[in-house]
């Protein structure tokens, strides 16, 4: 069985009440310890001569691994555990998200301008001029998050109510990194024209539409026909955010390992939604000698198995997953946990580049082969090198509202892999550090004007 890392996803916090002498608090830290915990807080609640109350908050690794810390500190003598709140699920109570106005309504003044009858004028001024709607509302800075619950962080087909906390946490990012007011509309079909006629009819009220946890092949039916129909920005982050991502990563990564990407061999494992794509845009970079794995092994244009999208990555070769990566210079796994074996590994080229970022477990823990690569990265914020979405879809939707983007092309999500990467100098590159921080300030706004020039380069943008 895999250990994970504790982490602040299964974080708890224990009020405790235990006796005030020397001593009773570092028994209570040592049994925390001692099952592997990892705390994280410790506050003082009330005092008096014979005991104390405290809250611990403490990082498991799981639901059963929270409830073993919890059975440990309980165990003390002494020692009452009065109270334990798993502060995931605290966050999230009553929804992460409100609507806040923008303007004061306290007086008739203020009612009279922000409605009845002051906004009647703004509204016959759309009406005779309607680009002027991303002048007067909030259109041009407004994201319309869409899913139909179908293939949600891995957990699969769950529903869009059971969605609706991810796309919660999806409106949030955009908001704290990019200033992007974005909604959550979580689909009650799993029908693709259903899909895109509701998107199309929800277009007035948005500038942009973020695709979300939809599962493939349907995520690219809709996806292509949102195109074909709205002059706005549609964007399916699990395909082209993870695409952007990757490939500034492995620009960087190839940096490090002094390997040029038209020469290197690439295996990729896990031929979804997300594999795709990455491989389309690997492609329009440069890379010329890539080879897709799923479940069956290597797609090969043999099989008669594929969908349109695997047909378009199939290959000539044939084989498995093993005797793919024989002499190969990159994995990248967007696949399963535990895909990807130590002897794999051992059998890739010199100075292998790894990127295994199957979520929360990943295709191989890095422990197992730290000495045996040049570069490894995973999808978690616990390792160095965490490839993560929200390096790129905050930016790139910033960058297509402010220029008005009639669409998202792949120029735009080269131009935003390349800003991504360059934020690390040359210099500073290290097997370690190939990919900024998503809390570095100068992404959004790097990412964003790469974005913006490359639209108006390739003429999608709406205004200049």
Not at 68 to 89: C, N
């Amino acid at each position: 069985m895999t250990k994970l890392t504790p982490s602040s996803s299964y974080s708890i916090a224990l009020r405790i009440r235990l006796p005030n002498q020397p001593g009773a608090l570092a028994r209570v830290t040592q049994a925390i310890a001692d099952v592997g915990g990892n705390l994280s807080q410790i506050d003082l609640i009330q005092q008096s001569a014979s005991e104390t109350v405290r809250e611990i908050c403490v990082d498991a690794a799981s639901h059963d691994h929270a409830q073993q810390i919890r059975a440990a500190v309980g165990s003390l003598p002494g020692v009452k555990v009065e109270r334990v709140v798993d502060r995931t699920f605290e966050l999230h109570r009553g929804g992460k998200l409100r609507v806040v106005g923008k303007s004061p309504l306290e007086s008739a003044a203020d009612l009279a301008m922000a409605y009845t009858p002051g906004v009647g004028r703004v509204s016959m001024q759309i009406a005779t001029d309607p680009a002027s709607v991303y002048e007067y509302t909030i259109k041009g800075n407004t994201v319309g998050i869409v899913t139909d619950g179908s293939a949600v962080l891995g957990l699969g087909d769950i529903g869009p109510e059971a969605a609706l906390p991810v796309m919660e946490g999806k409106a949030a990012l955009f908001k704290r990194f990019a200033d992007i007011d974005a909604f959550p509309l979580c689909l009650a079909t799993q029908d693709v024209e259903q899909i895109v006629a509701t998107v199309v009819h929800l277009a007035p009220g948005f500038g942009g539409f973020n695709l979300e946890d939809i599962s493939a092949p349907r995520c690219f039916a809709i996806e292509s026909k949102l195109k074909s129909r709205l002059t706005l920005p549609v964007f399916h982050d699990d395909q082209h955010g993870t695409a952007i991502v990757v490939l500034a990563a492995l620009l960087n990564a190839l940096k490090v390992a002094k390997k040029p990407l038209e020469q290197v061999r690439i295996v990729l494992n896990g031929a979804g939604a997300a594999g795709i794509a990455v491989i389309q845009l690997l492609r329009r970079a440069g890379a010329t000698h890539i080879l897709a794995c799923d479940r069956q092994g290597i797609i090969s244009r043999s099989r008669t198995d594929l969908t349109p999208e695997k047909a378009s990555v199939a290959v000539p070769e044939s084989g498995s997953l093993s005797e793919a990566l024989v002499g190969a210079d990159v994995f990248i796994g967007v696949s399963v946990a535990n895909a990807l074996t130590v002897d794999m590994v051992k059998n890739m080229a010199s100075d292998p580049i790894v990127f295994a970022l199957a979520n929360p477990v990943p295709e191989i823990q890095p422990e197992l082969i730290s000495d045996q690569v040049a570069v490894m990265a995973t999808g978690r914020s616990d390792y160095p090198n965490q490839i993560n979405n929200v390096l790129a879809f905050p930016g790139v939707f910033r960058g297509a509202l402010d220029c008005r983007a009639k669409q998202i092309n792949t120029e735009m999500c080269v131009a935003a892999s390349e800003a991504i990467a360059a934020l690390i100098p040359a210099e500073d590159l290290d097997r370690n550090w190939i990919i900024p921080s998503v809390f570095d300030g100068r992404v959004v706004s790097e990412v964003a004007a790469a974005v913006i020039q490359a639209a108006r380069q390739t003429g999608v943008a709406g205004i200049l």
